[in-house]
């Protein structure tokens, strides 16, 4: 038998995965608090908004807070951003950025949630196939959600409630442009010789918008650990984050090397096809 969902917490709902998994959810008459910094404009039954920064810890704190009579079945996370950039022009401030809004947030939510979640309940965050440590110049994205998934598997131990990292591959969503937008000092800050690979990874992110799986494939996913009584710890999904996960399994010189060539040869094509 499934199990049963009476309360439901989605953080920065308005990605287009969280989008499809509120309107699932909204059909099983699920009460559903999302979040969202960005208009959140979905208007559907048992569906209650809310206006929340994530890189705001007092923000946090008092929504939270405000939600003190409410025990959670569930909390699905998707707050985000990638920080692009070559790790030798790495600012100390972008990395903090990419921290604030991945990790911490996500550390601020674990805490705020004492006595908030059911102890059979389950703390899902949308992590990704770069967690697994094997994407050069989205060293500050690999590196937060990685950090996530300790976050989430030391959690675990410690509480006894459950948590998943949900780790896709390219996923056919607005997140693309929205990051392109975010990165545009970072990638002026490829130069010398790493010029045209900037200029690749802008041209291969905004291509990314439209190609990949659905936002609905994850959302499904995500919408059947919700209703599983022992779900696994992570999952991938597409056939990019499975090979990730098993390439991460020989990471050494070797498959740096081969990452190089294949990097090298898709910005060859990309410059000579412009």
Do not use: H
Request: charged share 25%; net charge positive; proline share 2%.
């Amino acid at each position: 038998m499934a199990k049963q969902l009476n309360n439901v917490l989605i953080i920065a709902a308005t990605s287009d995965m969280a989008r499809d998994l509120i309107r699932k959810l909204s059909n099983d008459e699920v009460n559903i608090y999302a979040t969202y910094r960005n208009k959140l404009d979905v208007e559907m039954p048992y569906l209650n908004k809310f206006y929340l920064d994530v890189s705001n810890k007092n923000e946090i704190d008092d929504f939270l807070a405000s939600l003190s009579d409410i025990q959670f079945d569930a909390v699905v996370c998707f707050q985000g951003v990638a920080i692009v950039s070559p790790v030798e022009y790495l600012s100390d401030d972008e990395l903090l950025r990419q921290f604030k809004i991945s990790v911490f947030s996500l550390l601020d939510i674990l805490k705020g949630l004492k006595n908030k979640i059911k102890k059979d309940g389950v703390v899902i965050n949308l992590s990704s196939m770069s967690s697994f440590g094997i994407y050069p110049f989205l060293a500050p994205y690999s590196m937060a959600k990685a950090c996530c998934d300790i976050l989430l598997n030391c959690y675990e131990i410690e509480t006894g409630i459950k948590t998943v990292s949900v780790k896709p591959g390219v996923v056919s969503t607005k997140f693309w442009k929205y990051c392109v937008n975010e990165n545009k000092a970072n990638f002026s800050a490829f130069k010398d010789d790493y010029k045209q690979i900037g200029e690749f990874l802008k041209n291969n992110a905004l291509k990314n918008s439209s190609k990949g799986i659905s936002a609905e494939k994850v959302s499904n996913l995500i919408y059947k650990i919700l209703y599983s009584k022992n779900p696994k710890s992570s999952y991938t999904i597409g056939q990019d984050s499975k090979f990730a996960n098993i390439a991460s399994f020989f990471k050494g010189r070797l498959l740096f090397g081969i990452i190089r060539k294949i990097l090298d040869k898709r910005v060859k094509g990309y410059i000579n096809g412009k």
